[in-house]
């Protein structure tokens, strides 16, 4: 009585191995893969080993977290004559089969999971198929496109009684995964105390507890300029640079009509008159880094290094960003040299202005590659501009139908960046326009002349009557 549940339970197993044969042996694993580099060939391969007949294999791209199967290889065995013909059943042998899929030039939107999906008949009957799968992830990775550095929050004036903080702004593009970046002064890496948030925009002078070390291997001397006092107006100027006059007086020399329109002033003085606040220690910088998702699937990274700038020492610093990235083979790198405005070079239009033309002043250039990105104000010297204005930003100054009143004037440029301001002047020349006749163009210039003109006029047409 007590064998009869041995002997079922024998049986059960018999049954079970029968069906196992008759069902068929199939299991699929895809080889793993290390992350690739966008644009490189990659090869999926499925391998499967199986006694029975094959089916079919079948790829997939999984998309949106599985939702979505992209369907991008197809083997159907009854389709094709590259199979093995297994009909005996008697004999059980196992065969090893691989598929693979080749990817010529991957791209990061490859990234992502990929399954791959065997089906053989059933043993027992042809009208059953026998499924089994495999998957992996191919993880595309790419290196940083483009790298930039730029200052924050410019153009921006120079401070000479109050310190400021002053942001390089580095940004890196179309890396995947993120990169590593970091900044180095001179060729050192910068040790920078992380941020998590931006320094409030009015917290003053960042500090940091940590002992400095003072910058003994930096010539402090040569950045500095003797002290000039501007003779040029008796106008307050507030906090601007002072310049020394260029010239003498306003009155035009008649020598002037055979020169062009404008008389550059060869003195030019950068003006970095540094205050107490200033010392020669080694500044704290921090560092906040922010990371911005592409549609694309790649990262922009940017790295913000800020300190309080001092433009004793950091004129002519040079200041690097570097990136790291599994997909570069050595670092990515840009660099900025903060250089103070110098010899700001003036362009006029048109070269020989007469009465009644619209005149151009522009700044073109320097003598020096300048960053960060300077700003211009321009101002009249002695009196307001053209329109009524005492002064004018950018880069550009406009004074529309110049009247003969302006000959002789002369306008100052200040350019300047947190490094330093320096000031241009430039006298305009305005010559006769035949297209007017004299003593008919007025202030604006078409409809006034010279008081003497109009008085010569008027004595003229005095005496004509008289006459008559």
């Given at each position: 009585?007590?064998?009869?549940?041995?002997?079922?339970?024998?049986?059960?197993?018999?049954?079970?191995?029968?069906?196992?044969?008759a069902?068929?042996?199939?299991?699929?694993?895809?080889e793993?893969?290390p992350?690739?580099?966008?644009?490189?060939?990659v090869?999926?391969?499925?391998?499967?080993?199986?006694?029975?007949r094959?089916?079919e294999?079948v790829?997939?791209?999984?998309m949106?977290?599985?939702?979505?199967?992209?369907?991008?290889?197809?083997?159907?065995?009854?389709?094709?004559?590259?199979?093995?013909?297994?009909e005996?059943y008697?004999?059980?042998?196992?065969?090893?089969?691989?598929?693979?899929?080749r990817?010529?030039?991957?791209?990061?939107?490859?990234?992502?999971?990929?399954?791959?999906?065997?089906?053989?008949?059933?043993?027992?009957t042809?009208?059953?198929v026998v499924?089994?799968?495999?998957?992996i992830?191919?993880?595309?990775?790419?290196?940083?496109t483009?790298?930039?550095?730029?200052?924050?929050?410019?153009?921006?004036?120079?401070?000479?009684?109050?310190?400021?903080?002053?942001?390089?702004?580095?940004?890196?593009?179309?890396?995947?995964p993120a990169?590593?970046?970091?900044?180095?002064?001179?060729?050192?890496?910068?040790?920078?105390?992380?941020?998590?948030?931006?320094?409030?925009?009015?917290?003053?002078?960042?500090?940091?507890?940590?002992?400095?070390?003072?910058?003994?291997?930096?010539?402090?001397?040569?950045t500095?300029?003797?002290?000039?006092?501007?003779?040029?107006?008796?106008?307050?100027?507030?906090?601007?640079?002072?310049?020394?006059?260029p010239?003498h007086?306003l009155?035009?020399?008649?020598?002037?009509?055979?020169?062009?329109?404008?008389?550059?002033?060869?003195?030019?003085?950068?003006?970095?008159?540094?205050?107490?606040?200033?010392?020669?220690?080694?500044?704290?910088?921090?560092?906040?880094?922010?990371?911005?998702?592409?549609?694309?699937?790649?990262?922009?990274?940017?790295?913000?290094?800020?300190?309080?700038?001092?433009?004793?020492?950091?004129?002519?610093?040079?200041?690097?960003?570097?990136?790291?990235h599994?997909?570069?083979?050595m670092?990515?790198?840009?660099?900025?040299t903060?250089?103070?405005?110098?010899?700001?070079?003036?362009?006029?239009?048109p070269?020989?202005?007469?009465?009644?033309d619209?005149v151009r002043?522009?700044?073109?250039?320097f003598?020096?590659?300048?960053?960060?990105?300077?700003?211009?104000?321009?101002t009249?010297?002695?009196?307001?501009?053209l329109?009524?204005?005492?002064?004018?930003?950018?880069?550009?100054?406009v004074?529309e139908?110049v009247?003969a009143?302006?000959?002789?004037s002369?306008?100052?440029?200040?350019?300047?960046?947190?490094?330093?301001?320096?000031?241009?002047?430039?006298?305009?020349?305005?010559?006769?326009n035949?297209?007017?006749?004299r003593?008919?163009?007025?202030?604006?210039?078409?409809?006034?002349?010279p008081?003497?003109?109009?008085?010569?006029?008027?004595?003229?047409?005095?005496?004509?009557?008289?006459l008559?």
């Amino acid at each position: 009585m007590r064998a009869a549940p041995s002997l079922r339970h024998c049986v059960c197993l018999l049954l079970a191995a029968i069906l196992d044969l008759a069902r068929g042996y199939l299991t699929v694993n895809i080889e793993p893969l290390p992350p690739v580099v966008a644009g490189d060939a990659v090869t999926l391969k499925c391998n499967f080993k199986t006694d029975g007949r094959m089916r079919e294999i079948v790829w997939y791209r999984v998309m949106d977290g599985g939702t979505i199967k992209q369907k991008i290889f197809t083997f159907d065995a009854m389709f094709s004559t590259n199979y093995s013909h297994m009909e005996n059943y008697r004999k059980r042998e196992d065969l090893v089969y691989q598929s693979t899929v080749r990817l010529p030039e991957v791209r990061v939107s490859d990234n992502g999971p990929y399954e791959c999906h065997v089906g053989i008949y059933d043993r027992a009957t042809r009208e059953k198929v026998v499924l089994a799968s495999g998957n992996i992830f191919l993880n595309v990775m790419a290196p940083p496109t483009s790298i930039e550095v730029v200052a924050a929050d410019t153009p921006a004036p120079f401070s000479r009684y109050q310190a400021q903080n002053f942001t390089l702004v580095c940004i890196v593009s179309g890396g995947k995964p993120a990169p590593m970046v970091y900044f180095k002064r001179d060729g050192e890496p910068i040790d920078a105390v992380p941020l998590s948030e931006p320094p409030a925009a009015s917290s003053g002078p960042l500090q940091d507890s940590r002992p400095f070390r003072s910058l003994l291997h930096r010539d402090l001397d040569d950045t500095k300029v003797q002290r000039s006092l501007s003779l040029l107006d008796t106008e307050n100027r507030g906090g601007r640079p002072y310049t020394e006059r260029p010239s003498h007086g306003l009155t035009p020399d008649p020598s002037i009509f055979l020169q062009p329109t404008t008389e550059n002033i060869p003195e030019t003085v950068v003006s970095r008159e540094f205050p107490r606040w200033v010392h020669s220690a080694e500044p704290v910088y921090f560092l906040r880094h922010s990371h911005a998702p592409a549609s694309d699937g790649t990262v922009e990274v940017r790295a913000l290094l800020t300190w309080t700038l001092n433009p004793q020492i950091d004129n002519e610093a040079l200041f690097s960003c570097e990136v790291k990235h599994p997909a570069l083979s050595m670092p990515m790198q840009a660099e900025v040299t903060l250089v103070a405005p110098k010899g700001p070079k003036i362009m006029m239009t048109p070269s020989r202005a007469r009465v009644g033309d619209t005149v151009r002043i522009l700044i073109h250039g320097f003598q020096n590659e300048v960053f960060p990105e300077p700003m211009f104000t321009w101002t009249r010297v002695g009196n307001r501009l053209l329109d009524g204005s005492t002064e004018f930003d950018g880069k550009e100054l406009v004074l529309e139908r110049v009247p003969a009143e302006l000959n002789g004037s002369m306008y100052r440029c200040t350019a300047q960046n947190p490094l330093g301001s320096t000031d241009t002047h430039t006298r305009l020349i305005v010559f006769e326009n035949p297209n007017i006749p004299r003593g008919t163009e007025d202030s604006n210039g078409s409809a006034s002349g010279p008081a003497g003109v109009r008085l010569t006029l008027v004595l003229v047409l005095t005496v004509v009557l008289e006459l008559t």
